[in-house]
Every structure is written in structure tokens, then in C-alpha cells.
């Protein structure tokens, strides 16, 4: 399979999730500054012109980050990246719901205002109130998304990948994130990962 990426962005997410699963893998990295996501050749692939996007051997391409946590999470049983209890695996996907619909939304209007508005001056507007959104997200986090080391208490999971790749968003929107101390314990945790290392020794993050 192949993950297609773009550096920084929540594919980081399937790309530790993958190497937590010891799944072999392909990357093809995007390049966002020459808008290679919009490009004939990657909407062939995504028409969304978004990343991620993975390509099976299949010929399907997966897309949505959670979608691809919970499928790479299916292929390795083994490693146990989602809970075995019905109510603690409800918790990770509510904590992925809640990563996919609001706080990565709430980042996304720093830098992508005209998806919602074509006035200038309301892109600048969106941009000023990233902070107080991004701030208000990792105040929920901290106070109801992390159960303990990880998002579901001692057990690494899918959505731990994920939150990582957002709650490393959270410096640049100027979020102070030393106000937040579970999570500047569990982002300390994810950087000791063998995972985490290898995204960033390939400088995809
Ligand atoms: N709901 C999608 C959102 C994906 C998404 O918005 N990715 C961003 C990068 S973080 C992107 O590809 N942006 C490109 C663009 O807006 O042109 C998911 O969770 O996979």
C-alpha cells in the first residue's frame, strides 16, 4: 500500500500508525507549497485534494484519517491499537470524532479561511481567533480526551497517533501549552516512540 502525505499535516497520523503496526508501506509525500493536492494527477487519486489518501494493492483508496487509523488498526490484530472493550473503543472513536470535527477544523481556519469565506477581512478574522478556539480545544483534551499515559488509559491506540499530529499544531496557533500539563506529559511520551522518532528522522513532521 502507499500513504500519500504532505509534511506537518494529520497524515503523520496513518504514517505512525502504520509503523505501530508493522505494516510494510510506501510513501508518496505531496508537496503543499507547489500545490500538488490540487493537482490532475493527485485528484486522480483523492478528488477531495486532501491528504491522506491510501492506496491499496487493491486498487482502492481509502480516505479520512479515522477511517485509516481504524483500518490499519484491523490489518494488526496483534499490536492492539484499538481497545478490546466495546466502551473504551467508544471512547478513542469519540476521541477521534471530536480531533476530525472540531479541533482540526478550528486549526484549519488559520490558513484556509476560503473554504468558509471569500471576504479578506473575514479570512483575517477566522486567522485572530484561532488561538482562543485551539486554547478552548486543548482545555477539552486535557480535561476529558486523555484517561491517563494515553488517550484510553496505559493502552497505545489509534488515536493517540492522532492527537499527536493535532496537539503538535497547537504551539504555531499560539496555544500555551505548558498551561496544559497532561498534555505536554503525553506529547513527551509520543516523542519517545520508536514510531514518532522515525516520522521525524524522515522529516515528515
Ligand atoms: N477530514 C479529512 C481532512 C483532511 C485535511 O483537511 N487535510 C489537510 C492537511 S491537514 C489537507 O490536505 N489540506 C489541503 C488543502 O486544504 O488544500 C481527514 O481527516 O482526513
Same mark, same amino acid.
Request: hydrophobic share 45%; proline share 4%; charged share 20%.
Given at each position: 500500500? $502507499?500513504?500519500? +502525505?504532505?509534511?506537518?499535516?494529520? !497524515?503523520?497520523? %496513518?504514517?505512525?500508525?502504520?509503523?505501530?503496526?508493522?505494516?510494510?508501506?510506501?510513501?508518496?509525500?505531496?508537496?503543499?507549497?507547489? @500545490?500538488?493536492?490540487?493537482?490532475?494527477?493527485?485528484?486522480?487519486?483523492?478528488? $477531495?485534494?486532501?491528504?491522506?489518501?491510501?492506496?491499496?494493492? #487493491?486498487?482502492?483508496?481509502?480516505?479520512?484519517?479515522?477511517?485509516?487509523?481504524? +483500518?490499519?488498526?484491523?490489518?494488526?490484530?496483534?499490536? $492492539?491499537?484499538? %481497545?478490546?472493550?466495546?466502551?473504551?473503543?467508544?471512547?478513542?472513536?469519540?476521541?477521534?470524532? +471530536?480531533?476530525?470535527?472540531?479541533?482540526?477544523?478550528?486549526?484549519?481556519?488559520?490558513?484556509?479561511? !476560503?473554504?468558509?469565506?471569500? #471576504? %479578506?477581512?473575514?479570512?483575517?478574522?477566522?486567522?485572530?481567533?484561532?488561538?482562543?478556539?485551539?486554547? @478552548?480545544?486543548?482545555?477539552?483534551?486535557?480535561?476529558?480526551?486523555?484517561?491517563?499515559?494515553?488517550?484510553?488509559?496505559?493502552?497505545?491506540? /489509534?488515536?493517540?497517533? +492522532?492527537?499527536?499530529?493535532?496537539?503538535?499544531?497547537?504551539?504555531?496557533?499560539?496555544?500555551?501549552? *505548558?498551561?496544559? %500539563? $497532561?498534555? !505536554?506529559?503525553?506529547?513527551?511520551?509520543?516523542?519517545?516512540?520508536? *514510531? /514518532?522518532?522515525?516520522?521525524?528522522?524522515?522529516?515528515?513532521?
Amino acid at each position: 500500500m $502507499k500513504l500519500f +502525505y504532505a509534511k506537518g499535516t494529520i !497524515s503523520i497520523a %496513518p504514517a505512525i500508525a502504520l509503523l505501530e503496526a508493522g505494516i510494510e508501506h510506501d510513501l508518496a509525500r505531496l508537496d503543499f507549497a507547489a @500545490a500538488e493536492q490540487t493537482k490532475p494527477d493527485y485528484l486522480a487519486i483523492n478528488s $477531495k485534494g486532501r491528504v491522506p489518501a491510501l492506496a491499496l494493492d #487493491n486498487g482502492e483508496v481509502l480516505t479520512e484519517t479515522g477511517a485509516l487509523l481504524d +483500518y490499519i488498526a484491523a490489518l494488526a490484530p496483534a499490536a $492492539k491499537l484499538v %481497545p478490546q472493550t466495546p466502551v473504551q473503543a467508544a471512547h478513542m472513536r469519540s476521541v477521534m470524532y +471530536y480531533l476530525a470535527s472540531t479541533m482540526h477544523v478550528a486549526h484549519a481556519h488559520k490558513m484556509r479561511g !476560503s473554504r468558509w469565506a471569500d #471576504n %479578506p477581512e473575514s479570512h483575517a478574522d477566522m486567522t485572530a481567533k484561532v488561538p482562543q478556539t485551539m486554547t @478552548a480545544c486543548a482545555g477539552f483534551v486535557e480535561a476529558e480526551c486523555l484517561q491517563g499515559d494515553y488517550v484510553c488509559g496505559a493502552q497505545f491506540t /489509534v488515536a493517540d497517533a +492522532y492527537l499527536f499530529v493535532v496537539c503538535n499544531w497547537l504551539a504555531g496557533d499560539s496555544v500555551v501549552v *505548558s498551561d496544559f %500539563p $497532561k498534555i !505536554s506529559t503525553f506529547m513527551s511520551r509520543m516523542e519517545a516512540r520508536e *514510531s /514518532v522518532k522515525m516520522v521525524r528522522a524522515k522529516d515528515m513532521i
